[in-house]
């Protein structure tokens, strides 16, 4: 089946350590981005790939750092920079032209303490 | 400044009623306009989509009328089920800027009662 996958689902860190997440998708999608969402809040753009081995920030890209060595993978630092790590963060895709819909993996839940 | 608004943060609707999601823009050049579904602690699910072309576009239970000079969306849900239960998130694409950015709204959350 064709989609998006992200590891962990639960991720706890202790402040200061940098943190990887995991996104992943079979879809054969040229662009993916990563958002993140705090309670009572639209998702908000941190970073988005339109294409391998590049990609721009968003809107909230501060702490954060990528990377897109491969199509399917495009995986998520927060680093210690970022002063209100935790959140629910969501990866998606979407295809040619990136006009279309966005097609979003489960998420990852990180809590830093 | 919230660019995208979703000025009900819920709604509850008795179940084979209409659901009514509004969703409110500010910049005339929002061109593309999607609707998502999202249920908690999972990624959300797309809906449907509107070109600025269009006024309406309908998918099953499914449709959303767009009035650009009111610069209004809305998701209409006919007839509501206990399983549409969940958040409701409208995004709006900044065509203009010539990349794959989206703004979303902050969310209704849409509660259907049995």
């Known amino acids: 089946d064709g989609g998006i996958t992200q590891s962990p689902?639960?991720?706890?860190?202790?402040?200061?350590?940098?943190?990887?997440?995991?996104?992943?998708?079979?879809?054969?999608?040229?662009?993916?981005?990563?958002?993140r969402q705090d309670p009572g809040q639209g998702l908000r753009l941190i970073y988005y790939s339109q294409i391998v081995n590049d990609f721009q920030k968003g809107d909230i890209a501060e702490g954060y750092s990528v990377s897109r060595e491969k199509k399917e993978s495009f995986p998520l630092t927060v680093t210690s920079a970022q002063k209100n790590p935790t959140a629910f963060y969501l990866c998606a895709s979407s295809g040619t032209g990136g006009r279309g819909e966005q097609y979003f993996g489960p998420g990852t839940r990180l809590t830093v303490t | 400044d919230q660019q995208v608004k979703q000025n009900s943060p819920s709604l509850s609707v008795q179940e084979g009623r209409i659901s009514i999601l509004n969703c409110d823009y500010t910049n005339s050049m929002f061109d593309y306009f999607l609707w998502y579904k999202k249920y908690p602690a999972e990624g959300p699910t797309f809906l449907i989509s509107i070109s600025s072309i269009k006024d309406?576009?309908?998918?099953?239970?499914?449709?959303?009328?767009?009035?650009?000079?009111?610069?209004h969306l809305s998701l209409h849900i006919v007839p509501s089920q206990p399983g549409d239960s969940a958040v409701y998130f409208c995004a709006a694409s900044p065509g203009w800027q010539g990349?794959?950015?989206?703004?979303f709204g902050t969310g209704t959350r849409l509660k259907v009662l049995a």
Do not use: P
Request: glycine content about 4%.
């Open chain 2, 56 to 71: 309406k576009n309908e998918d099953g239970r499914f449709t959303v009328f767009l009035n650009k000079s009111a610069k």
């Open chain 2, 99 to 103: 990349t794959y950015k989206y703004i």
């Open chain 1, 9 to 35: 689902k639960y991720l706890f860190r202790k402040e200061g350590q940098n943190v990887t997440l995991s996104c992943e998708q079979n879809l054969n999608h040229d662009a993916m981005y990563w958002y």
